[in-house]
């Protein structure tokens, strides 16, 4: 007997939830509502909250269009982060499930993968490489999950609180008003001035590795 939905469709419309209503707005009652079916036909496909979660994870890792590979390893892996990158941010809501949650399937891996993939290619082995994966991984979500917080984040409301930082900064710390004012006036450009230095340091690395 042919399945009733598939497991795409049943991560499409998680996510779809999540990003309209929140995290607070995903139950297996709001999910089977969507799918116009019972609470406890959707236990024949996830057992439980914790996995309903992990699918949004999967969700996320599936719009996440990743380049072809070329003879290029650096622009590889900024063009594998970046793909990633906007993956995370085009579904705010979902960012505190991308930090806690792991993935379910393979399928889930292939953005990592691609970009652990593009990194080999720099030579780099052992310690060194895994050093540098996971710099690149800290970086692109931790940059999201300092947006979601907000505190220097530029758009919308968090422009606002770029604004109070920086007044509640002004006069005792000066790093953090200079941090705010230019978090204001360099928003489309923190992700890819960050990453550019990221991969500075794993080039030099590499090229030391092969001196």
């Known amino acids: 007997m042919r399945a009733r939905f598939t497991l795409a469709e049943i991560q499409q419309q998680a996510?779809?939830?999540?990003?309209?209503?929140?995290?607070?707005?995903?139950?297996?009652?709001?999910?089977?509502?969507?799918l116009r079916t019972g609470p406890m036909t959707l236990y024949n496909y996830v057992d439980g909250r914790e996995a309903l979660e992990e699918l949004v994870v999967d969700a996320v890792a599936a719009r996440v269009e990743t380049p072809e590979p070329t003879d290029d390893w650096a622009a590889d892996t900024r063009a594998?982060?970046?793909?990633?990158?906007r993956a995370?941010?085009?579904?705010?809501?979902?960012v505190p499930l991308l930090l806690t949650r792991r993935t379910s399937s393979p399928a889930g891996l292939a953005p990592a993968e691609v970009l652990a993939a593009?990194?080999?290619r720099s030579g780099l082995d052992g310690?060194?490489?895994?050093?540098?994966?996971?710099?690149?991984m800290a970086f692109?979500?931790?940059?999201?999950?300092?947006?979601?917080?907000?505190?220097?984040?530029?758009?919308?409301?968090?422009?606002?609180?770029?604004?109070?930082?920086?007044?509640?900064?002004?006069?005792n710390l000066p790093a953090l008003s200079r941090f705010a004012a230019v978090s204001a006036d360099y928003a489309d450009e923190e992700?890819?001035?960050?990453?550019?230095?990221?991969?500075?340091?794993?080039?030099?690395?590499?090229?030391?590795?092969?001196?």
Request: net charge negative; aromatic share 4%.
């Open 140 to 171: 692109v979500m931790g940059l999201a999950q300092a947006e979601l917080a907000g505190p220097l984040a530029p758009e919308g409301a968090a422009a606002a609180e770029a604004h109070r930082i920086g007044a509640l900064a002004e006069g």
């Open 88 to 94: 995370v941010r085009a579904h705010p809501a979902a």
């Open 118 to 120: 593009a990194l080999t």
């Open 15 to 34: 996510l779809a939830i999540v990003d309209r209503d929140g995290l607070a707005g995903l139950s297996m009652r709001s999910l089977a509502g969507a």
């Open 80 to 85: 594998a982060a970046t793909a990633l990158w």
């Open 191 to 211: 992700f890819d001035r960050g990453l550019a230095l990221v991969l500075s340091g794993i080039q030099q690395a590499a090229e030391r590795a092969h001196a």
């Open 127 to 136: 310690a060194d490489l895994l050093a540098a994966f996971r710099a690149v």
